[in-house]
């Protein structure tokens, strides 16, 4: 029963509190455009003019260039795009997670309540806005250059590991926030070096050769390149390295959803 709950757990969790986990989404959705004038249209603005700005500077200043397999020349901006639409959800959600014990104390005097799921309302929070990217994602591709291959219907299979991987890694950063408090202002700056440290604003091609084994160290690096293959190019995944990435992920969530609830007898004295 242990080993079942070990393996599982990271689903089981959020299955077991799903009503309680469907409240909490929605406030975290809700609080994204509470008080403001716009309300939801935030959600569709802010990456639009993201576009327009990735339009601007990639097509006017710099000159990144990305070619399929097969050499033909991709859209700048649309690549960067993607880029950031995978990237984004696992930024948002990091950046967040040191705090998340800390912003909700009165949760850890409860014992019955599950503390584990906070993590999962945040994840659901931000894949709002990330699904409105894509579908903006998907609607200039359209425009642009008509319908996408029939390998973009697979194009939630990217962001499956990189949820994971940011389930594990934010069970431990909440778990390590109560105690370290300076860890939330320094994952700022690790968040915006990991920018960097991926394929989000260039091509994997521009890296040197010897390079490109340490990019893929970074949780997102794989995630952003199924998703150009899959949109842009109409390429099926490197099957083999895809399962690979999410066998990873997977045991990342494993050991996060371990360390946190080994570690939560501690939050009360902390808090």
């Known amino acids: 029963m242990r080993v079942m709950e070990f393996l599982f757990g990271p689903v089981l969790v959020a299955w077991r509190n799903r009503v309680l986990l469907r409240r909490l989404g929605g406030r975290e959705i809700a609080a994204k455009t509470r008080a403001t004038l716009l309300g939801g249209l935030w959600l569709v603005i802010a990456p639009l003019f993201m576009l327009g700005v990735y339009s601007f500077v990639f097509t006017q200043i710099f000159s990144a ?7 033909a020349a991709g859209d700048p901006p649309l690549m960067i795009f993607a880029g950031m639409a995978v990237f984004g959800l696992f930024a948002e959600c990091l950046g967040r997670a040191a705090g998340l014990v800390l912003e909700n104390p009165t949760y850890v005097k ?25 579908a903006l994602l998907l609607g200039a591709e359209i425009l642009l250059h008509g319908l996408p291959p029939p390998a973009s219907l697979l194009l939630p299979l990217p962001f499956l590991p990189v949820a994971l991987f940011i389930l594990g890694f934010s069970w431990v950063l909440a778990s390590l926030g109560v105690f370290l408090r300076d860890l939330k202002q320094a994952m700022a700056i690790v968040v915006s070096a990991l920018a960097f440290a991926a394929p989000v604003f260039y ?60 570690t939560r007898k501690g939050f009360a004295d902390v808090l």
Do not use: C, H
Not at 65 to 71: A, I, L, N, T
Not at 121 to 127: E, N, R
């Open 110 to 134: 409860k014992v019955v309540f599950p503390l584990e799921i906070l993590p999962w309302a945040a994840l659901i929070g931000a894949s709002v806005a990330a699904g409105v990217s894509l």
């Open 65 to 71: 260039r990305w070619q399929s397999p097969e050499g």
């Open 203 to 262: 091509p994997m091609d521009a890296v040197p050769a010897s390079f490109r084994p340490w990019l893929y160290l970074n949780p997102v690096t794989l995630g952003v390149e199924e998703l150009r293959q899959l949109l842009f190019w109409g390429a099926v995944p490197d099957w083999p390295a895809y399962l690979e990435y999410l066998a990873l992920g997977w045991l990342s969530a494993m050991l996060g959803l371990w360390w946190f609830r080994r």
